[in-house]
């Protein structure tokens, strides 16, 4: 049983569908093409920015904002762009699969820019809430749309490999965060850290217009055939019904621990007795962490296959962070962190390169909707049960093991996984 099927090719960087080659070939990776790649790279870096730029304010807006937020209530704040994303991604990866990709990408892009630039203008918790919520609605699109994109314009062979590396751009997105917000911050205010989506919106989006392709003709992810059906009921009945729901809880259990993270982390290391600049560089040893590991598990997986690897990234995160609870010397800290980035987002990264090569090209926009969307259940959970924790006085502690404890429990899913996939091909064999 064969779950990867030639993608479509690229002829350049105009807005016409592009047509797909003879069957059994390779696309071709032009010039055209490796620019509509980088443009996605960069909306995926300033995607990953905008999910952990609040993290780099929190504190901030508990502080000085005088909104009155509480540790709960900024959890809850926390988790608005990640329920926003959940929709975004599950919606727009349909949308993707039906009305073409390059839609789908340029709309979600100027909808996640434009409600982070108005975040800096929110007079209150309530309103900042549903312009997060709003933004995470585009940022949640993006990377759906995108992934399902780029894979159709690479050869077949690299798709793993770009998937994960495009992947790269959201720790990067994060990692510009963290250096951002030392010197702005206390400079110029919170507000000046959600004005930086203002490039996005200027430089980024008019580049997407020009090189960006389209890969899927509107109207064609629907075929008359209901075999090659796209939508969301595909994915829940023969064959895919068993590994959808297991890529949809790795997914949740990964996102958990990452942006559970992502979220609380420099307030974690404040409430352990460090200053705010000592704090964002941690969350920058995180980030950092989570680039190299893109890198680490792009070479991986393609030597390995992504679901061994994503197994292994898994446990890694799981051993990290559960160092942490020993409260160890500041070395050691930074080393467990980099060792959660490279092991949480590598292993969100092979889940992506993983659903992008196992569904055929119908179905892959609405199959990576369907994980991520899914996914952001845990990315919605996190930031609350982080909160919650810490106001039960349950201390730092208990924020690291249950992120640790998600990361374990996404290993055991992947495991399941791999095992349902080596069933399927080996009856595939059988039947054949």
């Known amino acids: ?78 988790s608005m762009a990640f329920l926003g994303m959940m929709i975004g991604a599950i919606f727009a990866g349909r949308m993707a699969d039906s009305w073409g990709r390059r839609k ?26 549903i312009l997060r919520l709003l933004a995470g609605i585009g940022l949640g699109g993006l990377v759906p749309s995108a992934n399902a994109l780029v894979a159709e314009l690479v050869p077949t062979k690299w798709r793993s490999t770009i998937a994960t590396l495009m992947m790269s751009g959201v720790p990067i997105g994060g990692s510009i965060a963290a250096l951002v917000g030392i010197p702005l911050i206390p400079a110029f205010g919170w507000q000046a850290m959600f004005l930086v989506a203002a490039l996005a919106l200027v430089i980024v989006v008019p580049l997407g217009l020009k090189f960006i392709p389209e890969t899927l003709a ?31 809880l790795a997914t949740i259990a990964t996102l958990f621990a ?74 050691v800290v930074y080393l467990a962190l980099v060792l959660a980035g490279v092991g949480t987002h590598g292993t969100q990264c092979l889940i992506i390169a993983a659903v992008a090569s196992y569904y055929p090209d119908h179905l892959r926009g609405t199959a990576l909707g369907w994980a991520l969307g899914t996914g ?14 810490l106001a039960a006085g349950l ?30 091909i080996s009856q595939g064999a059988n039947n054949a």
């Open 258 to 331: 990452w942006y559970g993270l992502g979220t609380w982390l420099p307030n974690l290391m404040q409430l352990a007795g460090y200053n705010l600049g000592s704090a964002l560089t941690f969350a920058l040893a995180l980030n950092l962490g989570a680039v190299a590991g893109s890198v680490l598990t792009a070479w991986a997986g393609t030597r390995f296959g992504p679901i061994p690897t994503a197994i292994a990234a898994a446990a890694v995160a799981a051993v990290g962070l559960a160092a942490l609870l020993a409260s160890p010397p500041v070395a």
């Open 1 to 78: 049983m064969n779950h990867t099927l030639p993608a479509a090719a690229s002829h350049g960087p105009t807005s016409g569908a592009v047509t797909a080659d003879a069957p059994g070939t390779a696309p071709r990776f032009s010039k055209g093409s490796a620019l509509a790649v980088l443009v996605c790279w960069l909306l995926v870096v300033f995607d990953g920015y905008d999910l952990i730029v609040y993290g780099t304010v929190q504190s901030s807006l508990i502080s000085e904002t005088g909104w009155g937020l509480t540790k709960a209530t900024a959890g809850t704040i926390g």
């Open 104 to 129: 789908t990408i340029i709309g979600c892009a100027i909808v996640f820019s434009v409600f982070t630039i108005l975040c800096a203008l929110a007079p209150n918790a309530a309103v900042f809430g």
């Open 218 to 248: 509107p109207g064609k992810g629907a075929s008359t055939d209901a075999n090659k059906k796209a939508g969301f009921g595909s994915l829940l009945r023969a064959p895919y019904l068993g590994v959808s729901v297991l890529f949809a």
């Open 395 to 424: 201390g730092v502690n208990s924020n690291f093991l249950a992120f640790a404890g998600a990361a374990a429990v996404a290993a055991v899913l992947l495991a399941a996984v791999g095992l349902n996939i080596k069933n399927k």
């Open 376 to 389: 952001r259940i845990g990315a919605v959970v996190a930031p609350q049960v982080g909160g919650l924790l």
